[in-house]
């Protein structure tokens, strides 16, 4: 059974910085490109960031770009984000999501239950 | 950028009926569409990709169709469990952009 479990979500202050952390299980994950997404309370879904399957190859939303940093360690199984200079406008709910396809040209088959960023002073 | 753009934002409709949601793309996007569902205080789930592949245990009530800009999700019969968020997104190397969402209500 695929798991994405993610961590390190909290209060921070703008300005701040929080890395959040993802532990999968129950599937190959060096084989598969990651992803965050993102939810503000109430509204849509935004794609954050994408890695692939290697980590070689990253890519940003504008929003976040030069700010946010996508990484993994395929030998722990876990996927990270490093997020700087965060704005209240970055609150939201940030999910893990696995690729369905080993190229990061793909739709999310499975997400994990999310973590909640509120930035705040 | 490519804009997603679903309509309507909000749909009712009653147990047993047929609805469709439909999903435009600013530009062409193939076949590279999504469609999953969310209810309150869930993570999303996958219902569709490739614009028309039906996800791993989604029931066969639900059906993806188009291509190029105009997209469509299709629950054939409303059952009680199907009333939720859905949203698309368009997926390639550079762009996963999703549409704003189409909340699905009792009528």
Redesign the interface.
Known sequence: EVQLVESGGGLVQPGGSLRLSCAASGFTFSSYAM?W?RQAPGK????VS?ISNSGDNT?YA?SVKGRFTISRDNSKNTLYLQMNSLRAEDSAVF?CAKG?CR????????????TLVTVSS | ?IQMTQSPSTLSASVGDRVTITCRASQSISS?L?W?Q?KPG?????LI??ASTL??AVPSRFSGSGSGTEFALTISSLQPDDFATY?C?H????S??????TKLEIK
């Open positions: 992803s997404v849509g879904l935004e794609w994408a890519y504008d999910y369905g190229s990061t040209s793909c739709f999310t088959d499975y997400w994990g239950q999310g | 950028d590279w999504a999953y969310q869930k993570a999303p789930k996958l990709y490739k996800g791993s949203h997104q997926y390639d190397s550079y996963y952009t999703f549409g704003q969402g």
